[in-house]
Structures are given as structure tokens and as C-alpha cells.
């Protein structure tokens, strides 16, 4: 089992609607949990960090944390074609000190 | 604020051969990784310094290996290059904690092994 999952896609999804991008863990003292956007040729960029329960919006984007399922999520509300990209899931744990990735789900939100 | 700086930004190498790559810091970061991206699996941790001390290493063979200088710019050395070392070498730099401060990532150094 990978520590961190997500599905490869890709994730087709209209413009106006909303993505929804999920990931897992396998490892349950994972502490800090981030969602990265990269965009084609381009390097990872950070667009959410979460580090406890629960959601946290910024934008058109919130996260959901739930530590008892090992599981957080992306929601990217009112898709943009410019929102097309791949979208990496990484976990942090102290005991380690290392950020691990998942493999990234990519997104094509179609006009 | 400059960002990440790495170079070269391309590089073809032979089989056997070695080779540095370098990562320019933003300036007041102290930590930098070291990421090794390719699209069977993904992207994976490499090392991270902090301070001119290595503070942990990702699961690579020791033909890896890196170093950190007085002024946080970092090098990445692969020695007796194997074809499945062609990959996107990433370098991102934080203020200090991994985990808590953002990392911000350059922009990469395409790595072929012919």
C-alpha cells in the first residue's frame, strides 16, 4: 500500500462545476496535509495547507480533513479551464521530517 | 523576492557518467529537499539539509548524494548515472520546518541518461 493515494484520473468536470479530488493515507500520525497544483512543464505550486479536522476555504478552494478516515480532500468550486492541471496530495510527519506525495490527479475542466 | 533557482535546467549525460545539479534558495530559507519526479512514480523525496546538515534522506541509493553550503545553496550529485535516473530533479526551499512552512519549488532540472 502507497502511503499516500489518489486517483490518476483524469477528472473531467465543465466549467462551473465543481472538482472534487480525494486522497488517502496510510500512515495515521501524519500531522500536516497540503494540496500542490502543477501545471504542465511547470513545478508544484502550494495552494492549501490543512492541519486539523474539519474544512478550510480559501477562494474557490476548501479542504476537508478527517484524520479517523485518513482521508483529505479538494474542492475547486466554480472550475476555471485554467484550473487544468495535476493535483498532488502530500502528507507530512514529524517522525521523518519528509513531505511524501501522492502520484496526483489530473484535472480538465472543459468550456 | 527572487524564487528557487536551479541549474542547469537541462542536462543529457551517458550511462556511468556523474553529475551536479545546483539549487539557489530564496533568500532566508535554511531548508532545502531534493525531489526526483518522473511519471512512473511520481514524486518522491530525495533529502533535505537544513543548516549544512542533511536532516533526512528518502529511500535512493547512495549514488545520491547531496550537500548544503554557509549560504543554504544546495548541490545534488548522482554518481555512475543509470538510465533510470533520466527524471525532472526538483529542489524547493522553506524558512525552516517542512511541515509547517510552505515550500516553494524551482523550476527544475530535466536529467536524461542516454
Known amino acids: 500500500q502507497k502511503e499516500v493515494e489518489q486517483n490518476s484520473g483524469p477528472l473531467s468536470v465543465p466549467e462551473g462545476a465543481i472538482a472534487s479530488l480525494n486522497c488517502t493515507y496510510s500512515d495515521r500520525v501524519s500531522q500536516s496535509f497540503f494540496w500542490y497544483r502543477q501545471y504542465s512543464g511547470k513545478s508544484p505550486e502550494l495552494i492549501m495547507s490543512?492541519?486539523?479536522?474539519g474544512d478550510k476555504e480559501d477562494g474557490r478552494f476548501t479542504a476537508q480533513l478527517n484524520k479517523a478516515s485518513q482521508y483529505v480532500s479538494l474542492l475547486i468550486r466554480d472550475s476555471q479551464p485554467s484550473d487544468s492541471a495535476t493535483y498532488l496530495c502530500a502528507v507530512f510527519k514529524a517522525a521523518g521530517n519528509k513531505l511524501t506525495f501522492g502520484g496526483g490527479t489530473r484535472v480538465l475542466v472543459k468550456p | 523576492k527572487a524564487g528557487v533557482t536551479q541549474t542547469p535546467r537541462y542536462l543529457i549525460k551517458t550511462r556511468g557518467q556523474q553529475v551536479t545539479l545546483s539549487c539557489s534558495p530564496i533568500s532566508g530559507h535554511r531548508s532545502v529537499s531534493w525531489y526526483q519526479q518522473t511519471p512512473g512514480q511520481g514524486l518522491q523525496f530525495l533529502f533535505e539539509?537544513?543548516?549544512?546538515?542533511?536532516?533526512n534522506k528518502g529511500n535512493f541509493p547512495g549514488r545520491f548524494s547531496g550537500r548544503q553550503f554557509s549560504n543554504s545553496r544546495s548541490e545534488m550529485n548522482v554518481s555512475t548515472l543509470e538510465l533510470g535516473d533520466s527524471a525532472l530533479y526538483l529542489c524547493?526551499?522553506?524558512?525552516?520546518?517542512?511541515?509547517?512552512?510552505?515550500?516553494?519549488f524551482g523550476p527544475g532540472t530535466r536529467l536524461t541518461v542516454l
Open positions: 524547493a526551499s522553506s524558512l525552516s520546518q517542512v511541515g509547517t512552512d510552505t515550500q516553494y
Open positions: 539539509y537544513f543548516s549544512e546538515t542533511q536532516r
Open positions: 490543512i492541519y486539523s479536522n
